[in-house]
């Protein structure tokens, strides 16, 4: 897995939504972009039982996941808004956000659902070290 598709795929945790395709802003200002989401739906759909892992693909529940790769520029800008200090490759700012860390991506995505007003998806301690969560933690 490339470095930087951690950011996508991680973006699979943020907000939970029923509607089909939509794009959310965040940010404001000069600071602000778009990310599109796709919603991945069909909560209940019946498990594949052909192949490894056996069951697999089964959903409970509905999710959003981005449709592209979260762009330099949306990164960047959350630095500036978030003081999140996110290292990142200068390929130009509507190239994929690349060499950032798990780490880096779970930050990024915590200040997308903290700047909208939802719980943070990932558990980091004051010091900023990933932590895992306790029964009663609010994420």
């Known amino acids: 897995m490339n470095r930087w598709s951690g950011v996508l795929l991680l973006l699979a ?3 939970l939504a029923t509607s089909a395709n939509y794009a959310d802003t965040f940010g404001s200002g000069v600071n602000s972009f778009t990310i599109d989401f796709v919603t991945i ?3 209940g759909n019946p498990a594949d039982t052909t192949g490894d892992p056996n069951p697999a693909g089964s959903m409970p529940y ?3 996941i981005g449709k592209y790769e979260v762009p330099e520029d949306a ?5 500036t808004l978030g003081g999140l200090g996110i290292t990142l490759d200068s390929r130009g700012p509507n190239k994929p956000a690349t060499s950032i860390s ?3 991506a779970a930050m990024f995505v915590n200040w997308l659902n903290t700047s ?5 998806a990932y558990k980091f301690d004051s010091a900023g070290n990933f932590q895992l969560w ?3 933690d609010p994420g």
Do not use: D
């Open 13 to 15: 945790t943020l907000l």
């Open 41 to 43: 739906g069909s909560p």
């Open 62 to 64: 509905t999710y959003r």
């Open 75 to 79: 990164v960047r800008k959350a630095n």
């Open 102 to 104: 798990w780490f880096e």
């Open 116 to 120: 909208s007003g939802s719980t943070p």
């Open 134 to 136: 306790a029964a009663g």
